[in-house]
């Protein structure tokens, strides 16, 4: 696995929990609203 694939993996989980989190949090929203 090159660095610039290392990099890529690493960027892509950080998306995801990130996406994960801003699902949470609009549900708690919507709930709260």
Known sequence: ???LGIDM???HIS???FVEKS???SD???AAG
């Open 1 to 3: 696995m090159t660095l």
């Open 9 to 11: 993996t690493v960027i």
């Open 15 to 17: 998306l995801d929990l």
């Open 23 to 25: 699902k949470k949090w």
């Open 28 to 30: 708690t929203l919507i």
